[in-house]
């Protein structure tokens, strides 16, 4: 135990003696999520969509109404069913949105009183919900200029399935905690470890009264703590300066979090394993960063992406990590069910410590 501690706080001392470390494991996520934070905006649209209708009254005005929906380019699908469960679909992602039909179309046409319809939608998938609500107030329109000759009668009532606002912040912030954790691993592991190796310090452990699970076990603790500092504070950066509103459990964050970074200290592990050299491993970390970073869905959604990267970006572990940092943290319509998403990360660091183990060398 007396050298685990002072393996312990010598991590922490080397780690401060470093002042790139410390730039790129604290000031530059913050300075990331500042600048994204401010200048952030919207992609391209989806141009196929799942619509849900709900009928809550029976007259020809609506029947033909339907009828029009259905011949619309870009609604792919429309679904009818009880408000109860097609909102249940929207949450699963298995709706675009969900289009409410009031009862007593024609009667209120001919007694000139406005018609409300109400469409509900994803305030977590900002394209869709941009073209959706744009596709049905075209709709609308035609609708009533077909039916009627009158002034605008129809009118659209846009509700998000969340019980709060969701903006691009929102999504964003759990991402950039992906980000870090990931970048711990790959920077703050591998990169550290590869250094270790090209300067002989890691013989020199290997040769020091010290087993290799003390000092797997020291490195391990430290940047894990490091991790939960670093999540930390960017979500009281985002709570603070942007409003991001954390409304899953604590003790579930906090979860998530160590799982993430277990994740991606055993591949940073599994990394140095077969990299020998500083120069190849610089080339690895960043050929495995970028991508991650900008494929994975941590900063935009990946319905935004070509459909043939589809199988690259549900190959990669960030993926998964964004998704379930989404959920906990913001309650945003999820990737994939977080079982799945628990399973993969935890899947992805069992594999990844595996082969280090059987892999790693001192020197």
Avoid: C
């Avoid at 200048?39 to 391209?44: L, N, T």
């Avoid at 002034?151 to 606002?165: H, M, N, S």
């Avoid at 940073?268 to 500083?278: H, L």
């Amino acid at each position: 135990m007396r050298a685990f501690r002072a393996l312990l706080v010598a991590e922490f001392k080397n780690f401060f003696r470093e002042r790139m470390a410390i730039f790129w494991m604290f000031v530059f996520p913050i300075f990331f999520m500042l600048l994204f934070g401010f200048v952030f905006g919207g992609s391209e649209a989806p141009i196929r969509l799942k619509l849900g209708v709900v009928v809550e009254g029976e007259d020809p005005a609506i029947q033909g109404m339907l009828q029009g929906l259905s011949r619309i380019p870009v609604i792919e699908e429309v679904h009818r069913g009880a408000l109860e469960e097609e909102l249940a679909a929207l949450k699963k992602r298995k709706r675009d949105g969900v289009l409410v039909f009031p009862e007593s179309v024609v009667g209120r046409i001919a007694r000139g009183e406005k018609v409300e319809f109400t469409v509900y939608y994803d305030a977590s998938r900002t394209n869709t919900q941009q073209v959706l609500l744009a596709v049905l107030q075209e709709f609308l329109a035609k609708s009533e200029e077909i039916t009627t000759g009158k002034e605008r009668l129809f009118t659209l009532e846009a509700e998000p399935v969340q019980v709060r606002e969701f903006r691009a912040i929102d999504y964003m912030t759990p991402g950039i905690v992906a980000m870090t954790l990931m970048q711990l691993g790959l920077f703050g592991v591998a990169g550290v470890l590869i250094s270790w190796r090209e300067q002989k310090i890691l013989r020199r452990f290997w040769a020091a009264p010290v087993s290799r699970s003390v000092f797997a076990a020291s490195i391990i603790t430290q940047r894990l703590m490091i991790s939960l500092i670093q999540a930390g504070l960017i979500l009281t950066v985002g709570a603070l300066v942007f409003h991001v509103a954390l409304v899953g459990e604590r003790a579930l964050m906090a979860g998530v979090v160590i799982l993430g970074a277990l994740t991606f200290i055993s591949l940073g592990y599994m990394i140095a394993s077969f990299v020998r050299s500083m120069e190849a491993g610089n080339a690895i970390l960043q050929i495995l960063n970028f991508p991650m970073m900008f494929l994975s869905g941590i900063f935009w959604p990946v319905e935004w992406m070509p459909g043939v990267l589809r199988p690259v970006i549900y190959a990669l572990p960030l993926t998964y990590l964004g998704d379930a940092l989404r959920q906990v943290m913001v309650e945003a319509t999820p990737l994939v069910p977080l079982w799945v998403d628990v399973a993969v990360l935890g899947g992805w660091a069992i594999a990844s410590a595996a082969l280090a183990v059987r892999f790693f060398r001192w020197d």
